[in-house]
Every structure is written in C-alpha cells, then in structure tokens.
C-alpha cells in the first residue's frame, strides 16, 4: 500500500510542475521528460519495434541544416559512440551556433544496437527499408518501403526539418561514400579525416539512395575503420570531431560561370 500511496504522490508532483513548468499543451512531453528522466533537449522522433525511443537534438539557428546520425546500423556502435561526442561538443558550447542548424541522431537503430545485430528487431536492414527506385521487397529489406517504425523516424526528421546535407556514420570500411551531389562534401570530409573518398555506390532502398539519389539532398556515408573493442569516445571524438565540424560548417563552392 506504501508504495502505491508513494507512485500516486510521485505522479501528482510531476503533473502539478509540468502544468507550472509548461502548461497543458506540453503536458504530454513534460511527464515524458520528467518520468524518464529526459533531458529537455532531447526530443523523440518516434518509437523502436521493442518501443525504445528514437532521441535526437537540434542545436543552432543558422539557415542551413545538416541532419548527422549514427547506428542505423546496430553491429556498427563506433557511430553511436561519435554521434553522441558530437552531441555533448554541441551542448557544451557557451553560446548557440549560428553557423548552422544541427539534428543530431546518436542511435537510429536502437533495438539492433542493444542487440549488436544489423537490422532491428524485425530482421530488416533498415538502410534497405527507404522508398527509392531501386530497392527490393524482400523479409531482409522490408516487403514495403517503411516498413519499420525506425525508418519511419528518420524519413520524419527529413521532412520536418528538410537537410541541406546529411551525415550517416557508419563502420568499419574506413572511407568516404557519397550519394547524390556531394562529392566536394566528400572530397573536404577526406581531406580532414584522412579517410578515401571511395563511390560504393546507391545500395537498394538505401537511406544514400532515398536522399541523395530520390531527394537529390548531398549526403555523406562516414565509414570509421575497424576498430578494437571497447571503443574509446576519446579517441574518436579526437580523431574525427573536425570531419563532423566541417561537415556542420561547410559551403558548397560557388558554380563555374
């Protein structure tokens, strides 16, 4: 009984400061917040098969946005690991970067990465599962495009916050892949993390192939190397931090006339 009389206080508490706090039209996500102990900044773009949440960040107020994910793949945590470096750099900053508008998206693939499997709970490959002219309706891929809730998410990030360019880290090729018109992103990403640019190519219903071939959106395919276990977010985030910056900073070169 004490403990049910403890959980009704508990919620009431968290009710009455939400309502304070932010008002009734906010109520939903601030219980959320305050019951999972969510920081304000993190928001959820959807839900995993096994209902894990879909967290990612914005930081910035430029006129450009760069969407920057990892793990969309789960057996691939290096780019877990760096994409949230990223977001702890961002968030320490003593003042908003007005360089550009930032999404960030530490874990696309969270059920897989708990699993350290590719695919999400399902057994789909969601950087198969996008809706492009060359996928494959397969179990693996999905027997329909957006099958899964996880790239449901991502699609709704894009469309929410519609990219200039966008930044999908995943592991252990050790390159520089690039789908639609980023090969000057490509080239600058290299030139910084000492990486090879190399075109593998727009995989079937690959995230590459929606956004870069379907949305003609520049986006970039950030292969880490293999690495030994555990990872060290020190070194990562030493090694790589100004190839996420220069992918947050860049410009597109002015045409030739």
Known sequence: MASIVRKILLTTVYTLTAVFIC?????????????????????????SVRNRPIEYSVYGTGTQTVLILGAIHGDEPAGAT???????????????????????????????????????????????NFPTLNRINCAQFGFEALSEPESRAIKGLIDQYKPSRIVS??????????DGPAQDLAQALSSVSGLPVRKIGAMPGS??????????????????????????SDVLWSRYKQTLLTAITYHSPAPHP
Request: hydrophobic fraction near 40%; include cysteine; glycine fraction near 6%.
């Open 23 to 47: 008002g009734c039209a906010e109520l939903t996500q601030a219980l959320d917040n305050l019951l999972h102990l969510r920081p304000a900044y993190i928001h959820v773009a959807g839900r």
């Open 82 to 128: 760096l994409v949230r470096e990223l977001q702890n750099y961002l968030l320490s900053l003593p003042s908003p970067l007005d360089l550009a508008r930032v999404v960030v998206l530490p874990i696309a693939n969270p059920d897989g990465l708990a699993r350290r499997t590719r695919c999400n709970a399902n057994g789909v490959d969601l950087n198969r």
């Open 169 to 178: 880290v995943h592991q252990p090729l050790g390159c520089v892949d690039y």
């Open 207 to 232: 995230l590459g192939s929606y956004a870069g071939e379907t949305l003609n959106i520049p986006i970039i395919t950030f292969e880490l190397p293999a690495a030994p276990e555990p990872l060290d």
